[in-house]
């Protein structure tokens, strides 16, 4: 599938992901997007994204400056005002759907508030787009491996938020697809600016459990996983990437590189699991492999089109089945640092 010509709206768009996928849609390589739309509640993160733009002083040979102007539109609203989400969607022809409360921690505090913006707020964007006044053709969601055997109201509140986009297929004529992913790399709030700002401060690292693991990606690759489900995706499928993981420890002692930093461990903090599951042991029998993708076809059976032959799992994809060592590790950093510009942290 093409942009050409398409309406794209990005809820939580002012976001990390946000901001690199913005870039990757007016670069052109998804074709010639007629508008890209930024929908978030925050207006000052809208402002200093669009400077970012007004204070480039040329075009480059990824993104398209001059041309911003044209594209780039902004609109404040909140993914769980239904009356918000329906007149952007009403602008819309393709959906990139990020908004979303992240952090493990503050979703086990203020569940409530989870709730509202990681169930609600997708609700009312299947609800905009069964609308008749709306025409859009695909809606890609964003979630994440702790939706996957959650066992905290962030991960919970997202395997609900899958199965409402799922169902969200029934009843009309667009495609809703998921990608589901793991920690990203350089994004706000993520481990790796945290454990840079304390080695910059002198340490010491701070360790949750010497046994946990993560999958880890670049923004660029969770971008990569979204472009990938709006070209193939078929109606209710999640899209999963097929990435590395790394001990936290072997990331820490990667980072740390040599100098004389303490590591501290300080407990598990409340949600948080040991180790992160992609695909389930139970998902694994619905799991097919399309264009280097994991693709777990949906549960309800009248969105399967064709019987799926042999499985491309035969036991979950679990982050402690694959691990990094430092040499690994330290070469996928200093890729991602560059990319990210972190390396004035290290």
Sequence with gaps: MTLTGKRILITGGTGSFGQVVVKRLLSGEMGQPASITVFSRDEAKQHYMRLSYINKEAATDEVIYQNFQRLLRFRIGDIRDYHAVLEAVREADVVIHAAALKQVPTCEYFPSQAVMTNINGPENLVR?????????????????????????????????????????????????????????????????????????????????????????????????????????????????????????????????????????????RPGEKIHEILVSEEEAYRTTERDGYYVIRPMLPELLDTPLDTPALTGEYSSSNTTLNVTELRSLLAEYMTEHRMGEYA
């Design 128 to 268: 905009a787009v069964r609308s008749n006044e709306t025409r859009v053709e695909t809606v890609v969601a964003l979630s994440t491996d702790k939706a996957c055997k959650p066992i905290n109201v962030m991960g919970m509140t997202k395997a609900v938020m899958e199965r409402i986009i799922i169902e969200g297929n029934m009843n009309t004529d667009a495609r809703l697809v998921c990608v589901r992913y793991g920690n990203v790399i350089a994004s706000r709030g993520s481990v790796v600016p945290l454990f840079l700002d304390q080695i910059a401060n002198g340490g010491p690292i701070t360790l949750t459990d010497p046994h946990m693991t993560r999958f880890l990606l670049s923004l660029n690759k969770a971008v990569d996983t979204v472009f990938a489900a709006i070209h193939g995706a078929k109606r209710g499928e999640i899209y999963i990437p097929q990435v590395p993981a790394a001990k936290m420890t072997t990331l820490a002692e990667a980072l740390i590189d040599g100098r004389n930093i303490d590591i501290k461990v300080t407990g598990v």
